[in-house]
Structures are given as C-alpha cells and as structure tokens.
C-alpha cells in the first residue's frame, strides 16, 4: 500500500471511528475492551487493499463486529468466575459537534438500561441487534459479519428484538442540568440523613445494583425497595467520611454520581429515571472498570 493510500486508509478509520467504538462497545459493554478491539482492527486495517473494498463503512463495521464477537466469547469465560452482579462499564460520552442526545436512538441504545438489557443476549443475537435495530446494517451484510446465512440472521433478528422489547424500559432523556440538580437535592437528603426526602426520590421498587467483583466494598447481590435503598445510601454517605465527596455526571447519557475519597475515584452510580423517580441504581467499584471511566470517548451512528 502506498503512502497515500495509507494516509487514506487511515483517515477513513479516523471519520468512521465514532460508529465503530459504539458498535463494539455495545457488543461487549466494556469501552475499555472496545478501545482494544479499535486498536486490533485498524491493524488488521492497514494490511487491507482499499482499493478492492466498495463499501468502506460495511468493511470496517463488519471487521469491528467480528473482533468484538471474539473478544466478548472470550471475556464471557472470565464472567463465570465474576463475584456478584457483572455490570457493563460506564461510557463518558465525548461532547462533540454533533449532540448525541439530539439522535434519540443513539442515546438510548448506550444507555445503561439498554446495555444491561443487551447483557442477557447470546453473543451472535447482541451483534444481529445492535448492527439492525441500531445503525440500520441490512440482514445479508450482517451475516457476513457474523458468518452465517441471511435467513438465520434474520431469525437471529427476530429472537433478539422480542427478547429486548419485552425487557427494556420506557426511555427518558435527562439533560445535564436536570441531572446537577437531581445530583445536588439527591446527596443533600442523603449527607442529612433524611429518610423520608430521599425515599421520595426514590420508586416504590427501586433497585441498586452494585459492581465489584469482590475487589471493594458493595453489597453482593441487588437491594430492592426505597426504605431499603435509601437506608443503603444514607449509610454509603457516612461511610465517605469527611474525606468523601460526590461530583454530578452524565453517564450513558443519564444522570451520575462521580465517587471520590480525597483524590481517589472510588466509584460511578449511574441512576436511571422514569417518571421524575430514580428506578434503578447501577454501581460500579470495581477498580479495574473504573480505570479508564473518566476518558471521554465519541459515539456515532
């Protein structure tokens, strides 16, 4: 490949890049792995003569999906010695030109409802999902990505879409200034230890669910109820001490608690709200997840 076409090639990989991190970040659910996976197939990339390729968006989607399919059958080994809940890692969306909250689908396809609705799929039906339903790929491209037969693609399609339709929830995009606020009224119940402030945030069967893989400090299993919930994180609070502090975020494109102790990130609560209540919290301490969660990363479509 000439140096020309190397440049080309590279400034392809560059444009597309955005689509091609959200492809596989929401195939695996980790942006770490999907940073990995990127970096693999632009490899893989600058070994290919562009010159044969027609489609350059199709080529690359498909290379990136078979990656992520790779990498997910092989983290998915590792997930069955995982202690306690496995959550998909926090995506910090880069705030680019383009408002990725203006594009409604794109928005709640990474949303953490969403990402954990997508964790319940066998590999080949979260590819098919994602690559349709999500950035609109065609059935035949999809199943050369994927290495199988158009008709099973679309079986494949068929299973995934009643399978996520019967399990997702009513999407609502929060702004960030919505999301400060919640953040501000949230945490002051909570520093004060009002019971009865913070339940009233809080849905009747609100769930917090908490990432740690036995390497920090969080409950186990998942805590149900509001009393319960809030009485957990009035608790949490004392527990930071004076040397704790919360910062407001916006993860997934929904509302978030940023963790500290002193200068140490010990912790993202993504918070997911319906109908002005906080239904679902998901928390991640698990060290190795939290590495790299305050990189803001591009997402496209």
């Known amino acids: 490949m000439s140096s020309d076409s190397r440049e080309a090639a590279a400034g392809e990989f560059t444009r597309l890049r955005p689509l091609l991190f959200t492809i596989a970040y929401e195939i695996l659910g980790s942006a770490t792995e999907a940073d990995d996976v990127l970096q693999d197939s632009y490899l893989r990339w600058a070994e290919v003569s562009t010159d044969e390729i027609r489609d350059t968006k199709s080529y690359l989607a ?51 409802a969403m990402m954990v609705v997508l964790e319940t799929l066998s590999p080949d039906e979260r590819a098919v999902f994602v690559l349709h339903d999500v950035f609109g790929f065609p059935h035949a ?14 079986q494949l399609a068929h299973r995934a879409r009643a399978h996520v339709h019967a399990r997702r ?25 009002d019971l009865d402030g913070l339940m009233g945030m809080l849905a009747p069967e609100v769930v917090w669910t908490a990432d740690s893989d036995g390497k920090a400090s969080a ?6 109820g509001a009393e319960r919930v809030a009485r957990l994180i009035i608790g949490l609070v004392r527990l930071g001490g004076p040397e704790g ?57």
Do not use: C, H
């Open 219 to 224: 409950a186990r299993r998942p805590v149900s």
């Open 62 to 112: 498909s290379l990136v999906t078979r990656q992520s399919l790779n990498a997910l059958r092989a983290a998915g080994r590792r997930r069955e010695e995982y202690v306690g809940p496995w959550l998909p890692e926090p995506l910090l969306v880069e705030q680019t030109a383009v408002d990725a909250a203006e594009d409604i689908i794109l928005a709640e396809s990474v949303s953490m």
């Open 245 to 301: 502090r919360v910062e407001s975020a916006m993860y997934n494109g929904a509302p978030a608690f940023v963790l500290y102790s002193g200068d140490q990130l010990e912790g993202v609560v993504s918070v997911e709200v319906t109908d002005g209540l906080i239904t679902n919290f998901y928390a991640m301490r698990n060290p190795e997840k939290l590495a790299s969660v305050l990189v803001p990363r591009p997402i496209g479509r």
């Open 141 to 154: 491209e999809i199943a050369s990505a994927i290495g199988k037969s158009a008709a099973a693609v679309r």
């Open 169 to 193: 929830r009513r999407y609502e995009p929060v702004d960030a200034e919505t999301s400060e606020q919640l953040t501000i009224s949230f945490f002051t119940a909570a520093a004060t230890g």
